[in-house]
């Protein structure tokens, strides 16, 4: 086999599956955005997805920040040389992580150190099987981590919020599968996308529920009762009322499909994969001879170019019933005790990121500035360092806010940070400091790391660089930053709201359907 060619092959198969969401992906994302009435939160989240999508594939970028794991599987004709494949990916991975078409994003579980090339214990994930075809096939998944964090498993029977009882049969499996969606919220960025996995053990379940993500979105499960159950799921769960990035609307679950595989009689396990909107999976068939491409996979059909037209919707939102108002740090505790959920807030100036490891390290030390009246961004950019030797932004959307909740308040509260800005919202907790402290919290659409980066219009400093490339503090200078409230100072939270209304929706399901 031609090595090079094939390294080519792989590299081109993985900047294309970061930057260019396939057809039936986006297919699913159009119908969506056409359900919304115009001017809603969810038309308006989806009009910044779809524009995002568009930047992506134009600037060649990364449709979101995070890179996820990536996960390659794999089928060779026998007596192809699986060693020479898997050196051939990791090259492709470094190269395209130096080119800034992935985030670094493997990191030392013991001592938190980030690899920077993506190569490590693990990193990447490459799965082979053989075939008695004569020709290589590729897929490869970019999944993040705050939908994996979203993934959930089942051990029936089991009693399920707002269910009741799920046993083990196909009634207690649709229970397990609508809860899945219910308990994901806005925070894996929905509208999501789902792969189950009936039957195996923990972690075979698992990998069939992962297995589901390679089918494509519109096709039909040959298993008639899992057919059945795949358009019961999409009907239903549709009707929780989640919405785009939890906001509310008509839209939560893009896609499900369904798996089985036998079980051993003590256990039944139910395993749901949950993948965001940003569903960047990809394939493509190579020839073993001249590691050339032959044919991309989940590509059939016209390609839907989305129009720029975020702006437009924006426009509309704001005019006919939505506040705008406007920020810039140092913010005062009279502005944030202005601020009511629903106001969209436009920044402009000074914001800082901090994640999991700032939060941490800002519990026990103090803050290498002054964050009194600031802005915190959750946030893990991809980065470029330019020819002179400055610092770019590539794709910088927020990351899931739920993982500060242990700090958050006692953060804000300590260095006199005013607003904090993520997406999925956050807990009681914080909701507590921000009604005593004064605070606010924004919600920027996951995912939209185009539309975000391309706010940013200077990288002024960086400070914790110790903790790695997306886990640094950096100092970004924005124009026209955008995010909507969602919890305020007077202790509301349309985050709470809206699980609250979920539940109350996942109640109606609780009677039997399939017997
Ligand atoms: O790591 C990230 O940048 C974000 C992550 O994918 C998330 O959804 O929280
Ligand atoms: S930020 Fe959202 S869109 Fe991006 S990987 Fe995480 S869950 Fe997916």
């Not at 969506?32 to 989806?46: D, H, Q, V």
């Not at 985030?103 to 013991?110: E, G």
């Not at 004569?134 to 993040?144: E, F, H, P, Q």
């Amino acid at each position: 086999m031609n090595v090079e060619k094939f390294q080519e092959s792989m590299y081109q198969l993985i900047v294309e599956t970061s930057t260019n969401l396939p057809k039936d992906v986006r297919r699913a994302v159009k119908k969506a955005k056409e359900s919304e009435s115009a001017g809603t939160r969810a038309a308006l989240s989806l009009g910044t997805i779809t524009n995002n999508i568009q930047m992506a594939d134009e600037n060649i970028s990364p449709i979101c920040q995070d890179t996820g794991l990536p996960t390659f599987k794999i089928k060779t004709p026998v007596g192809v040389n699986q060693i020479k494949i898997k050196e051939a990916i990791y090259n492709a991975i470094e190269q395209a992580t130096n080119d800034a078409k992935l985030r670094p994003n493997s990191v030392d579980s013991l001592t938190g150190k980030n690899s920077g090339n993506n190569l490590g214990g693990g990193t990447p994930v490459i799965k082979f099987d053989q075939w008695e075809k004569d020709y290589i096939d590729v897929r490869l998944i970019l999944k993040g981590g705050g939908c994996e964090n979203k993934n959930i498993q089942y051990s029936l029977p089991c009693e399920l919020e707002g269910l009741g009882r799920a046993g083990r049969d196909l009634d207690g499996i649709r229970k397990c599968i609508l809860h899945s969606v219910y308990q994901a919220q806005g925070q894996g960025c929905s509208a999501g996308f789902i792969g189950v996995g009936i039957g195996g053990d923990r972690s075979s379940g698992y990998d069939l529920a992962k297995e589901q993500l390679f089918r494509s979105v519109e096709d039909v499960n040959p298993n008639e009762d899992l057919r059945k159950l795949e358009d019961y799921i999409m009907e239903n769960a549709n009707k929780l009322g989640i919405g785009t990035m939890g906001f509310g609307g008509e839209t939560t679950l893009l896609g499900c499909k369904i798996g089985v595989m036998n079980r051993i009689p003590a256990s039944f396990f139910v395993s749901v994969a949950y993948n965001c909107w940003a569903f960047r999976r990809l394939g493509v068939t190579v020839d073993p001879e001249t590691g050339d491409i032959q044919e991309w996979l989940y590509q059939d059909g016209e390609k839907i170019e989305f129009q720029n037209d975020a702006e437009k919707e924006t426009a509309a939102a704001s005019e006919e019933q939505t506040k705008v108002v406007s920020l810039k740090a140092p913010i005062t505790e009279e502005q944030i005790r202005e601020l009511k959920v629903g106001d969209v807030v436009r920044i402009d100036g000074r914001m800082y990121t901090g994640r999991d490891a700032i939060h941490k390290y800002l519990m026990d030390n103090d803050a290498p500035v002054d964050l009194n009246g600031q802005v915190i961004y959750h946030c893990g950019p991809v980065m470029a360092k330019d020819e002179e030797g400055n610092w770019t932004v590539k794709a910088a959307g927020p990351t899931t806010s739920i993982r500060e909740e242990p700090y958050q308040g006692d953060i804000m509260k300590k260095f006199g940070i005013r607003a904090v800005i993520g997406k999925g919202g956050m807990g009681p907790k914080t909701l507590a400091a921000l009604k005593e402290h004064g605070g606010v919290y924004l919600n920027a659409i996951g995912g939209a790391a185009q539309y975000y980066a391309d706010c940013i219009k200077k990288v002024d400093g960086v400070d914790l660089t110790q903790f790695g490339i997306p886990e640094a503090m950096w100092h970004l200078n924005v124009e026209g930053f955008t995010a909507v409230v969602t919890m305020d100072s007077h202790g509301n939270s349309l985050h709470a709201d809206v699980d609250k209304s979920s539940l109350e929706k996942l109640a109606q399901f609780k009677e039997p359907v399939f017997k």
